[in-house]
């Protein structure tokens, strides 16, 4: 048996174990630029090359870590807030 992986990404940005079916990243992904990627995944038979079974179709969300940190353009601010202002003022 050989696990086959198919869709966007497949092959260049997803690679998978053609023995074991685990899936592994060949880069970094960037939530800002595709958040998301749809793949499909299928054991066959390595001698016929007939599936064993369906083909899987999963999505791979991509989740965002604070890679642009704020930038201030100065060190403190001050500010003011009235006694029982309500939210937003």
Do not use: C, W
Request: proline fraction near 6%; glycine fraction near 6%.
């Amino acid at each position: 048996m050989r696990y086959v992986l198919n869709g966007e990404g497949a092959g260049t940005i997803f690679v998978i174990d053609e023995k074991t079916g685990d899936l592994h990243v060949t880069r970094s992904l960037d939530r800002e630029s595709k958040p998301s990627y749809v793949l499909k995944a299928q054991a066959v038979n390595r001698q016929t090359g007939y599936p064993l079974e369906p083909e899987t179709e999963f999505i791979v969300k991509v989740h965002d870590i604070n890679d642009n940190e704020p930038k201030f353009e100065r060190d403190t601010f001050l500010a003011t807030v009235p006694e029982m202002s309500e939210v937003g003022e």
